[in-house]
């Protein structure tokens, strides 16, 4: 009798820990989809295949991009971002690469984590961008002839929609330009114009400019999506800030956020969840309930 219960018992821890596997396959899993899904954007970024881009993009009504303190809301505002701003401006609204442009984005040191429902994920990556045209098309391309650099970071959020991965907040931080002559200590300040009007007045133009704005020299961190997997703890805002040399940090501009855009909002904010014995993304940017 002794002998089938023991038997009972085993049978039930094996069925414990079989699932408790399954779940951490299919996160781990979920990790390498996120993960790949952004390099595909890259890839598809880089050639200038911008309706391989959109498509990327989820349907959710939520979706935006926040780029350049403006944000992009909907499939149509990223629309406009890519198939407008970018497309036209770049490559003459063709979908592809145009001879002699050059517009390569290398992505690294990525931090996805994926929440308990695998159905919701955040990731930090970084970008390195080289751009520019070649000599020969200097009186073709209207950038006429450029080269420079581009450093920057993503703090984004990803959806899962009908089983497929897609991007869903997308918030990129250009963290620093250089030409290439000259470096980044003599890049001017507001290398790129900020928008300044909105939608229908700029047919390309954002849904909304935004208060949160960064362009070297602001060395400004982005806020990390989740906390210290040391100590459990958040970054402060102040240390977060980038005072001049020997000055307080009240003394800088704002701390940057990722706070969601009005009428938007989390429903299981506050919640906490745990995996690989740490917290994976800080309580108030938990997605699900």
Known sequence: ????????????????????????????SDEAEVRKVHFKYGYYLD?????????????????YVEFLGSRYR????????????FQQ????????????????HIMMQDIVDVDPTGTHAWCRMRALMQAGTHKSVVDIHPRGHVQWWEGGLYENEYLKENGVWKLFRYRYFPFWHAEHEKGWSLTKENYIPWPTQTYPEDPWGPDEIIEQKMLWPDTRVVPFHYPHPVTGKKTADDDLRAPYYGKDASTAEAPLTLALPEAQSRHGAGKTWTSEGSVRVLPELVENS
């Open 47 to 63: 050639k200038c295949l911008y309706n391989e881009v959109v498509d990327m993009y989820a349907d959710h009504p939520d979706t």
């Open 74 to 85: 909907g499939k149509e505002g990223v629309k406009r971002l890519y198939n407008g701003r």
């Open 1 to 28: 009798m002794g002998s089938l219960n023991n038997t009972g018992s085993d049978l039930t821890d094996l069925k414990e820990q079989v699932s408790l596997l399954r779940k951490e396959v299919s996160r781990i």
């Open 89 to 104: 401006t770049f490559v003459n609204g063709r979908n592809g690469p145009v001879r002699g442009f050059l517009l390569d």
